[in-house]
Every structure is written in structure tokens, then in C-alpha cells.
């Protein structure tokens, strides 16, 4: 049987980890995981059911009642996202949830709820999963890990074009406020926060077309498995 790999990716808001995710999983036939829509899933819940997140009581009795699943929709050839079987893959990249996430990811309990589901997913191997910690605690003993960065000009205006698209009231201060807001958070955090695992490959590519990105990614993947 052929050998398997874990490919982790993580970086920075909105520098092109899951496009790449995506392109790698598809090369490959390899399952793709967007770690950040568990997060996002369980900050709609705590906004809806109006949790408060500083409550520990109230997190872990909000977890409980949290059940996440990826379904592949072949008709966009990508893995939706369900809370508690309904799709929810649309309502959280809205703003709303993007001003929230990086505060409920920094939550001690949700990290563990979700990274404990991340591992599981991985346990076959065969697999590219993106975030912030999935080199660094999710999977650090992953063959080939990657850490993505693009220039910020370039970041902004990737994330503005995506929103703009589902709603053209958003402006591109929120959207360069958003990105710089969570970036600090996501990488202060007391918990597992964002940071280049040692072994990682650094990826930028603010000047890289999409191929080139995959190209360059398929090469390191090619030499993690005639490395085993
Ligand atoms: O990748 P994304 O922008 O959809 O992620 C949303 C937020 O979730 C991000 O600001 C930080 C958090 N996150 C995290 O803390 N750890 C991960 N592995 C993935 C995302």
C-alpha cells in the first residue's frame, strides 16, 4: 500500500493555507481538514445560545451539547462543516463570527475539545489539515509541516475580495482590522499559540501563482515520502 503522510499547514489569517490545503488533498487523494471552521463552528454556538465564554461552567456545558463532522459535497468537491447536523459552512465566514473566533480559540477547553477531534482525524494518516498549532500540538510529529506568510497588503485584499463577494457593505478597514486583530491574539495566547514549528517549511507566497505554490509544496511532499 502506498505510504501516507500527515501534512500540516499553518500561518497567519488569510495567507492562502486552506487554497493550498485544498490543492495538496486533491493532488493526493488526501483527506483535507480546515481546523479554524471547528473553531468558528463553536463560537456560532456560544453566540447563539448566548454562552458566556469566561465561565468555565458555561463552556464545558456548552461543549457537551457540541457535535462537529466534516461531509464532503461533491458537488463543490469540498468538506462542509455541520453543527449538530446543520451546515453551517456559509454562516461562519461571516464577520460576526471572524470578530469572535480568536477570542473562543484561545479558550484552554475548546482547544482541547477540538484538537482531541483533529487527532483522531489524523489517526489514518493521509491527511492535510490547516491552522495555527497543528505542527506545533496537533500533529508534531507530522513528515511534512509548512508554515505559510504573505505580505499583509496582500492578505487584506485576499480576505476583502472573499467577503465583498457574500456581502459588499463590508469595507477594507474592517476586513485589514479583523486580520490584524486576530493575528495578535492567535499568537499571544497563552494557550498553544501561533508559531513556526522548528521543523517547518517556510512558504511565502505573495508572489507565487497558484500552481507555482503547489509545485513548490508537491516537491517537499515528494521528498517526505522516498524519505521513509
Ligand atoms: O483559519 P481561520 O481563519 O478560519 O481560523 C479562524 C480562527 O480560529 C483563527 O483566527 C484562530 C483560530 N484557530 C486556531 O486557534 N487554531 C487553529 N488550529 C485554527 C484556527
Redesign the pocket.
Known sequence: MAKKIIITI?GW??CG??TLAKQLAKELGYVYV???????AITLYFLRNHVDWTDKKEVHNALESINLEFVFNPQRQASEIFLNGENVEFLIRDLVI?EK??DV??IREV?AF?VAQ?QKMGAKKGIVM?????GTV?FPKAELKIFMNADNAVRVERRFRELYEKNPNVTIEEVKNNLEM?DY??SHREV?P?RKADDALELDNTNLTHEQQLHKALDWVNSRLHKA
Open positions: 499553518d489569517s488569510s493555507k486552506s480546515d481546523s479554524g471552521a471547528m473553531y468558528r471572524a473566533v480568536s480559540a484561545a482547544r477540538a483533529q490547516d491552522g495555527r498549532d497543528i496537533v486576530r491574539i492567535d498553544s501561533l
